[in-house]
C-alpha cells in the first residue's frame, strides 16, 4: 500500500477543511482528531473519514465557522448547544469545560445537542487523561444496531469511551462501539473473502447471518454480547444508557430519528447528541495512580493461553500501534483510498496527497 | 416449590440480620435491598445469598453496627470509608449523599471503600431514580472473569447499573455483570442438565467450554462478548473501567486481591470499593423524562423476528416480575433452599420461614 508522511497527511486534512469554510484553527482541531484515529490504526476514523465531513461541510449540515454556545450551567454541568459545528469544535468546547469543573468542584459532566460526528470517542477522553483526570466520553449516531428481539435498526454504535492516567505515563483507554464490531470489520471481512463469526450482524429478516456481503448490505449491527442466550441484551442495554447520556440529556434527535448512514449530506444536519464528562481522581483516596498502574500490570502479566497471544490491558493495542507509527512516520493507505482523495482534492481545489 | 409471603420472608431477614448483631434500621434496609432482587426475580441475589451475609456477620468479615464516614469532600464528590458495614448501610449512606449532591450541583460522584457486597447494583441506581435523577452504581467484586487471552481469573463480574426516570412513572433500568453471565446461570443449566452456549465461560485451561458442570467447577466466566474474535475484549475493557471507578478511585482491594467467590467469610473483610452517582437531568435540556419515554416505547413497539417474543426496553423484563410478585403476594423458593435456611434458623435462634 502506498505510504504517505504523517504531516503530508495532516497537510492534506486541514487544507481540504479550509477549502469547505474551516476556519484555521477548527481545521487544525479536526485533523488531530482524525490523525489520533490514523495513528493509533482505527482507519475507517482517520482519513477515512475526511469525506464525509467535507461533503457536510459543503451541504451545510456542518458549520465549520459555527461556535458552541452554553445554554445552561450549574456547578459540575453544562448544557451546550454545538450549533452544528465540526465535531472537533464541539468536542474541545465541551471537554475543556468539563475538565475546568472537574478541578472546581470534583466532577464535570457536559453535554451537547446540534454536534456532528467526533471521531473515535476515545480521543475526547483522553483529553482528560492527559490532565490527570479520568474521562468519559459518549455519544449517539446514526441507527444501525438492531435491538434484541428487533428486525429493526434502532439505535446507533452508541460507543463508551473511559480513560484514566495511571503512574509513569501508563494509562487505561475504553473505547467501544456498543455493537459487537463497527461496520468497518465487516468490510474488512469481505475484503478478505472470509465469513463473520456468528454475533456480529443480522440480515434483513432480522436473524442472524454469516454472510459478510449481504450483512454489509442489510446493515443490521448485533449489540455486543450477539444473541439473546449470549446476553446481546446488555450491550443494547448499553446502548439504551449512552443514547439517553447523549439525546436524553442534550435534547438533540435521538439515534432513532437521525439521518441514515454516512455520505448522506443532503438531508440535513444530523444534530448529534455527545456527552463529555472528567472526574478528579485526587477528590478521592490517594494512590490513584499507582492502584491503577497495579491494576494494568497485574492484567498484562496474567498467563496466557498462548504464549504467543500476550494478554493486553484496555487500550495497549493501540498505544502500541501509536508509537510505531509515530517512530516511523508515515502511514499506509489503500491505493483506492487515494485515488477517492484525489478526485476529491480536484473537486474542491486542494493539493492532492503526495505519497512518498 | 413452597409459596412464602413477601413479608415473612422480610420477617424472617430483619431477625436473622438482627440476631447477629444489625440494628434494626440496618437490618430493614438490608432486607430490604434483598427483598428487591427477590421481588423481581433475581433469586441468586435474594434471600439466597442472606446467609452469606450472616456468616459475614458472625466472622466480623462484616461488621453491621458500623458507620460509613466521609474522609473527604467536594461539592460534586465524596470518598467515604465504609468501616466494613453492612452493603446496604454504605449503599444508603453513599446513595443519599450523591443524590444530595446531584441536586445542588449538578452532579454527585461518591466511592467508598471497605463496603461489603451491595446486591444487586440495580437497586442502588433506582434511588436516585425515586428522586428524578439519573442513578448509576458500580461495585467491583471476588475474582471470577478471565480476561480475554488470559487462562487466570482477575477481574469480578463487575456490574454496571443505570436507572433513569421517564415521564409516567416509566424507567431505564441497566443493571448487567460485565461478564457473558453470573455463575447462578450456570447453575440453572446443572439444573436442567444443559450444555452452556459459547461464550460463558472457560475450562480450568482457559479454553471454552460448554460443559455446566466443568465450568461451574472451574469458576472462570468469560466478559460479555464471549472469545476475541466476537469482541469479548469489550466486556474485559468495561470490567476494567468499573475497577477503576471502584478500587481505583476508593482505595479498596483492587478485584484480584480479593477474597475467592462467597462463604468464605474467614478470610477477613472483603474491603470492596463502590461508586455510586446521581446526575441531575434538570440542569440539562427541559424534557428529558418525555424523551426517554420516546426512546422506551420506540424500542418495545419495534417489529420484533418472533411475534411472541415482542421487544423489551432494558429492565422491563424485572419490572413485569416485580409487578407480578407484589400482585401475588407471595414468591416461591426451592424446598432445599428453605431447609437451608431452617438450619440456619437454628442455628442463629431465630423463628424459621413459614409457608403459605
Redesign the interface.
Known amino acids: 500500500m502506498p505510504e504517505v508522511k504523517l504531516e503530508e497527511v495532516r497537510r492534506f486534512m486541514e487544507d481540504s477543511l479550509k477549502a469547505v469554510g474551516a476556519p484555521e484553527s477548527e481545521a487544525k482541531a479536526h485533523a488531530d482528531l482524525l490523525m489520533h484515529a490514523d495513528t493509533v490504526g482505527h482507519y475507517s476514523h482517520g482519513l477515512n473519514r475526511l469525506e464525509f465531513y467535507i461533503n457536510d461541510c459543503q451541504s451545510k449540515a456542518c458549520v465549520p465557522t459555527a461556535k458552541p454556545e452554553i445554554?445552561?450551567e450549574?456547578?459540575?454541568?453544562a448544557?451546550v448547544d454545538g450549533h452544528n459545528a465540526l465535531g472537533a469544535t464541539v468536542g474541545n468546547f465541551c471537554m475543556d469545560l468539563a475538565i475546568k469543573k472537574a478541578k472546581?468542584?470534583?466532577?464535570g459532566?457536559v453535554?451537547a445537542?446540534r454536534s456532528n460526528h467526533f471521531g473515535m470517542a476515545g480521543y475526547w477522553a483522553l483529553q482528560a487523561e492527559r490532565e490527570g483526570l479520568?474521562g468519559l466520553a459518549f455519544t449517539n449516531s446514526s441507527p444501525i444496531m438492531v435491538?434484541?428481539?428487533?428486525?429493526?435498526r434502532?439505535?446507533g454504535t452508541n460507543p463508551?469511551a473511559?480513560a484514566?492516567p495511571a503512574t509513569d505515563g501508563d494509562k487505561?483507554v475504553?473505547d467501544?462501539a456498543t455493537t459487537?464490531?463497527a461496520m468497518g470489520k465487516i468490510e474488512v471481512q469481505i475484503h478478505k473473502e472470509e465469513p463473520l463469526?456468528?454475533?456480529?450482524a443480522l440480515g434483513p429478516?432480522?436473524?442472524p447471518t454469516t454472510d459478510a456481503k449481504a450483512a454489509f448490505q442489510a446493515g443490521r449491527l448485533m449489540p455486543?454480547?450477539?444473541e439473546e442466550?449470549?446476553?446481546g441484551?446488555?450491550?443494547?442495554?448499553?446502548s439504551?444508557?449512552v443514547?439517553?447520556?447523549c439525546?436524553?440529556?442534550?435534547?438533540s434527535n435521538?439515534t432513532?430519528n437521525i439521518r441514515g448512514w454516512e455520505l448522506d449530506s443532503n438531508q440535513g444536519p444530523p444534530d448529534l447528541g455527545q456527552c463529555f464528562a472528567a472526574?478528579?481522581?485526587e477528590?478521592?483516596?490517594?494512590?490513584?495512580g499507582d492502584?491503577?498502574a497495579?491494576?494494568l500490570n497485574?492484567?498484562r502479566n496474567?498467563?496466557?493461553?498462548?504464549p504467543a497471544?500476550?494478554?493486553?490491558?484496555?487500550?495497549d493495542k493501540e498505544h502500541h500501534i501509536g508509537e510505531a507509527t509515530l517512530a516511523k512516520g508515515t502511514v499506509n493507505y489503500p491505493q483506492r483510498q487515494l485515488e477517492a482523495m484525489e478526485t476529491m482534492a480536484k473537486r474542491i481545489g486542494v493539493k492532492p496527497i503526495q505519497v512518498v
Not at 450549574?74 to 454541568?77: D, K, L, P, Q, R
Not at 472546581?104 to 466532577?107: A, D, I, L, P, T
Not at 435491538?147 to 429493526?152: D, E, L, V
Not at 496474567?302 to 498462548?306: G, N
Open positions: 445554554l445552561k450549574s456547578g459540575a454541568t448544557w472546581e468542584c470534583g466532577v459532566w453535554c445537542r479520568i435491538p434484541t428481539r428487533s428486525k429493526q434502532a439505535l463508551i473511559m484514566a487505561l475504553v467501544m459487537t464490531v463469526p456468528a454475533g456480529w429478516d432480522g436473524k455486543l454480547g450477539g442466550k449470549t446476553s441484551y446488555k450491550g443494547y442495554a448499553l439504551a444508557m443514547e439517553l447520556f439525546s436524553g440529556l442534550s435534547g435521538s432513532h472526574i478528579n481522581p477528590c478521592f483516596a490517594p494512590g490513584f492502584r491503577a497495579d491494576c497485574t492484567w496474567l498467563e496466557p493461553v498462548d497471544l500476550p494478554v493486553l490491558a484496555p487500550g
